[in-house]
């Protein structure tokens, strides 16, 4: 590994933190935390922590010596000045003399020690830091020293690769034991230039940033070369007959089974968001014969088991084509998971007296041999950082058993873990918004209502893709970043496969569909060719057809419902002259949303339209807002207003229509009318 150090950079931010008043030493100590931060060997989502003693002065402008140390919740790689709270020292010292302190009393302790109150939750790990007698010390979980340590016989490799200059720490938990311990390493080895935490990481220390930082390269290199001098052949594969089925054909299948039935015993399930992998190193490992042996044995570091639990869930080889028998075969593998991890919960709630309550038990990650991986979370930023946990999981795994063989810590060390009281409580208090867990797609997704459709399903916490034709209009939605922008032709069936396939791979599945694309064919019946008739319907019913079709099969793969939502446009219920060929497959596609209600309401699948008229888009441009209102001999304003209420409507009021509708859990078959009341138009 090389240094990222670079004097030029580092001057830069010290003098542009210097004109908030940030003094070189917590400058610096930015600095070598965002260059350990950035690197994805060395820290991952929330891994690590750094800190620099100093001096601050408080509100009466008394100096006193302070711990500047990581707080919780920033991220290593792109943390500010404020990310590293101030902690009175002297206090945090003293605790070094009494012999046990609870987690609890130790956050509260070190809160109201910080310098300022509405700093965040120093680091669990502070006391540690702060009883290092160091200036500059950097702890991360680097993948090279996790390989030393996580084999049998690691402590004495580290000794091997580390001699005097790392002072080794047995396996304790995060928080005050941890700390103590290492306290008394570092009273016995006052010559040690950092310690190798067994099974955790690293800590290095210096009385420079620079120093520090450097430092944690060097012993990380030291570790890859004593990889590398170890490294023999892995992993044999298992041979798999034919061809393997893709990530999305199997994705929906997979997210269904994951998918756990709420306590309220509702219809409604809790879902998660599914982020799939597959390089090289991810397919050689799932595809080894002895998968199920090495990677059940646990994480690679303790806190992993927080967002991926302590093992995954392997599932069988998907063969292409009939997945009917493969997907009872994996339901029955995550169903014997569920048991398991509900077992292990059993044998180990005791010794905290039953007062733990047991979280979901479905598994976060999921091997497929000759597919790759799935990782799952609540939402596609979380999925994603368990995707980076597991990949990394992959890659550490894979070295210690070219080395010799994986070993992590022990069971009731990895519930610890899981059930730990300072991380249940940041759980607890986390809020979900009406839609976070599900999966949607607009089509026209780059017009005027597909993108207020897609901004009001993000707001409400869903993951959006949309769906339009190539052009600058999608490129401008892709640059604002509006979702998941995918090119489909919705008259294409090949297209609409591919563009589902797509959003399947990316998300895992698809549970609202916003059916929204159409355009707008004028003239009399009398006078209109078929050509032009077909192409209208073509658009304008067969595409939600279409698209719908693609959409239900997702959803009856998943198994846990739906909602079909359909721009059905006033036309459809009050006909306007000149407008039958846009109105004609407009009523047939009202015809849809009931059918499609009658048809699937058995499986959890709600259909239900909005009933829209005059929203500035590109089906009522602003040319046709100038001639039918010039025709009607009113203002284009009062055009618009023309209504009970008097006001315009706009694309974010049908937007907002459609959200009401994903969330009305009992109405289906429904058509909810957006026009700002026309009598004519109401449904009888």
């Known amino acids: 590994m090389k240094s990222a150090w670079n004097d030029q950079e580092a001057a830069e931010l010290v003098e542009r933190y210097a004109v908030d008043g940030v003094g070189e030493a917590l400058a610096l100590r930015v600095y070598t935390t ?27 402008g008394a100096e006193l010596d302070v711990l500047y140390v990581k707080g919780s919740g920033w991220d290593m790689g792109t943390i500010e000045p404020p990310g590293l709270p101030a902690v009175q020292l002297d206090p945090l010292l003293g605790l070094a ?38 200036m500059f010390i950097d702890h991360t979980h680097a993948n090279a020293a996790l390989v030393l340590t996580d084999q049998p016989g690691g402590e004495e490799i580290c000794r091997e690769v580390y001699g005097d200059r790392a002072a080794i720490v047995p396996y304790i938990m995060p928080g005050f034991d941890l700390a103590k311990a290492a306290k008394a390493a570092a009273d016995a ?26 430092l944690m390269i060097e012993f990380v290199s030291l570790a890859e070369a004593r990889i590398e001098r170890g490294r023999r052949t892995v992993f044999a594969t298992t041979a798999t007959p034919g061809a393997a089925a893709s990530e999305s054909e199997i994705a929906p299948a997979i997210r269904g089974m994951l998918a756990n039935q709420r306590e309220d015993g509702g219809t409604e399930c809790e879902r998660f968001i599914l982020e799939h992998r597959a390089g090289p190193a991810i397919l050689a490992y799932v595809g080894g014969d002895e998968l199920s042996r090495y ?34 075969q994996a339901r029955a593998a995550v169903d014997a998971y569920r048991e398991a991890y509900a077992a292990c919960f059993e044998r180990h709630n005791p010794r905290y007296g039953g007062t733990k309550r047991m979280l979901d038990p479905s598994p976060r990650v999921v091997l497929v041999p000759g597919v790759g991986l799935f990782a799952s979370g609540r939402d596609a930023r979380a999925a994603s950082a368990a995707a980076d946990l597991a990949e990394t999981t992959v890659d550490v795994i894979t070295d210690a058993e070219c080395m010799d063989r994986f070993e992590s810590i022990a069971e009731a060390e990895l519930f610890d873990i899981e059930y730990w009281s300072l991380e249940q409580a940041k759980l607890a208090g986390a809020k979900e918004k009406a839609l976070a867990r599900h999966v949607v797609v607009v ?114 793969a998943q198994g846990t419902g739906g909602c079909l939502l359909f721009n059905v446009s006033k036309q459809a219920v009050n006909p306007g ?33 909005v009933n829209a008229d005059r ?42 229509a459609f959200v009401s509708l994903a969330l009305a859990r009992a109405t289906t078959g429904a058509v909810l009318t957006v026009d700002g009341g026309n009598v004519a138009a109401a449904l009888r």
């Open 189 to 214: 080895h006052p010559e040690a230039e950092g310690f190798v935490l067994i099974k955790h990481g690293l800590f290095t220390f210096g009385d420079t940033a620079r120093e520090a930082y450097e």
């Open 443 to 556: 089509t026209g997704g780059a017009g005027a209502i597909g993108r207020a459709a897609a901004a009001a399903f993000r707001a409400a916490g869903a993951e959006v893709a949309l769906f339009d034709l190539p052009g600058p209009a999608l490129d401008d939605a892709a640059a604002a970043g509006a979702g998941l922008v995918v090119p489909c032709d919705v008259t294409d069936d090949a297209s609409v496969d591919r563009a589902f396939a797509t959003v399947a791979a990316r998300f895992g599945g698809v549970d609202i569909l916003v059916s929204n694309a159409g355009a707008a064919w004028r003239g009399p019946m009398a006078d209109v060719s078929d050509e032009v008739l077909r192409e209208s319907f073509e658009l304008n019913f067969f595409a939600h057809q279409r698209v719908t079709r693609a959409a239900v099969g997702i959803m009856r």
């Open 615 to 656: 929203i500035r888009s590109g089906v009522l441009t602003d040319e046709m807002i100038a001639s039918r209102s010039e025709a009607r001999g009113v203002s284009e304003d009062a055009y618009m207003r023309g209504n009970l209420l008097g006001r315009e409507v706009r694309a974010d009021d049908v937007a907002q």
């Open 295 to 328: 990677s059940q044995v646990g994480t690679v570091t303790p806190d992993h088991a927080i967002r991926t639990k302590p093992l995954p869930v392997v599932l069988p080889a998907p063969p292409a084509g009939d997945l009917a028998a493969w997907t009872e």
């Open 34 to 60: 965002r260059l350990l931060g950035c690197e994805p060997r060395l820290v991952l989502h929330g891994g690590g922590n750094t800190s620099v003693k100093s001096r601050a002065r408080d509100v009466t």
């Open 577 to 609: 002259p000149d407008f039958g060929p846009y109105g004609l497959p407009k009523a047939a596609t009202l015809g849809l949303v009931r059918q499609y209600a009658i048809e699937h309401g058995w499986e959890g699948i709600r259909s239900n339209g």
């Open 97 to 134: 003399e009494i012999d046990a302190l609870s987690d609890e009393d130790m956050v509260n302790l070190q809160r109201r020690n910080l310098l300022d109150s509405k700093a965040p939750n120093p680091s669990v790990e502070t006391l540690l830091h702060a009883w290092v007698p160091r």
